[in-house]
């Protein structure tokens, strides 16, 4: 079921006064893992919720997240739940930036009683086990978007 797009907007807002607060664009996901295989399975269960994939590697998506504001970030964790660790403080500053509001994150992991995962409880929305299926991970998205959009 595709999702609404109601305040799908650019990068900046032009009534804003500081001119640096970003809004997002909830109709975009990031998804950024090491793995692309990985990558393209979670970018086509993102387009089957009717939402538009931005897919990267980690190094790569920190560029992207200097222009893009996605209303949700789905990380592939990796083995140790630590492959995209190096994106967290910049995802927490957009986060400051935009008022707290997006973007959501979504944690992909092999293993949810990792220690880390304890820790990265404020940071991440949702932590969603791997194998990635349809099943687990579309209910997800669609959730976080429709909060997000609120």
């Given at each position: 079921?595709?999702?609404?797009?109601?305040?799908?907007?650019?990068?900046?807002?032009?009534?804003?006064?500081?001119?640096?607060?970003?809004?997002?664009?909830?109709?975009?996901?990031?998804?950024?893992?090491?793995?692309?295989?990985?990558?393209?399975?979670?970018?086509?269960?993102?387009?089957?919720?009717?939402?538009?994939?931005v897919?990267?590697?980690?190094?790569?998506?920190?560029?992207?997240l200097?222009?893009?504001?996605?209303?949700?970030?789905?990380?592939?964790?990796?083995?140790?739940?630590?492959?995209?660790?190096?994106?967290?403080?910049?995802?927490?500053?957009?986060?400051?930036l935009?008022?707290?509001?997006?973007?959501?994150?979504?944690?992909?992991?092999?293993?949810?009683?990792?220690?880390?995962?304890?820790?990265?409880?404020?940071?991440?929305?949702?932590?969603?086990?791997?194998?990635?299926?349809?099943e687990?991970?579309q209910?997800?998205?669609?959730?976080?978007?429709?909060?997000?959009?609120?």
């Amino acid at each position: 079921m595709p999702l609404s797009n109601s305040r799908i907007g650019s990068s900046r807002r032009p009534d804003d006064d500081r001119n640096d607060a970003p809004i997002a664009d909830f109709s975009r996901v990031l998804v950024v893992g090491k793995s692309p295989i990985n990558r393209v399975v979670v970018s086509r269960i993102v387009e089957r919720s009717g939402l538009k994939p931005v897919s990267e590697a980690p190094e790569a998506a920190a560029k992207a997240l200097q222009t893009l504001v996605p209303g949700t970030v789905v990380l592939d964790g990796g083995a140790d739940n630590r492959d995209c660790d190096m994106l967290l403080p910049d995802i927490v500053a957009m986060r400051r930036l935009a008022g707290g509001a997006a973007p959501s994150i979504i944690l992909l992991s092999t293993r949810n009683d990792a220690p880390n995962i304890h820790d990265l409880s404020t940071l991440v929305d949702a932590v969603v086990a791997k194998p990635i299926t349809p099943e687990n991970l579309q209910p997800v998205i669609h959730r976080l978007a429709l909060r997000s959009q609120r």
